[in-house]
């Protein structure tokens, strides 16, 4: 069974940087899409980013677009969420998800098999 873990989130003030790491374990990552989404209180949970298997395609949600970038090492089983640019919207819990299934994998949070437990990100204005 995949387990995934999430660090690297904190309270970080606008316009600053945060890196989130999701690290996986149970099993290799480099046969899944891996994902971040994010949920704000009382608010839906939304897609931010994924990368495909290979690192060779990877898609963010606009909002993000510009200032995140998504990234990994599968020598590592890690995947990386760096952040720029903060903003107070992108305040939430961030949740690192792999999708094993190929040419299932998207946006939508349902094709995604496996979740972290998440990482709080605050910004502050």
């Known amino acids: 069974q995949v387990q995934l873990v999430e660090t690297g989130g904190g309270l970080v003030q606008a316009g600053g940087s945060l890196r989130l790491s999701c690290a996986v374990s149970?099993?290799?990552?480099?046969?899944?899409?891996m994902g971040w989404f994010r949920q704000a209180p009382g608010k839906e949970r939304e897609f931010v980013s994924f990368?495909?298997?290979?690192?060779?395609?990877?898609y963010s949600t606009d909002s993000v677009k510009a200032r995140f970038t998504i990234s990994r090492d599968n020598a590592k089983n890690t995947v990386y969420l760096q952040m720029n640019t903060l903003k107070p919207e992108d305040t939430g819990v961030y949740y690192c998800?792999?999708?094993?299934?190929?040419?299932?994998?998207?946006?939508?949070?349902?094709?995604?098999?496996?979740w972290g437990q998440g990482t709080q990100v605050t910004v502050s204005s």
């Open positions: 149970g099993r290799t990552i480099n046969s899944y899409t």
């Open positions: 990368i495909s298997w290979s690192g060779g395609s990877a």
């Open positions: 998800a792999a999708c094993g299934v190929r040419g299932r994998c998207s946006s939508d949070y349902r094709t995604y098999d496996s």
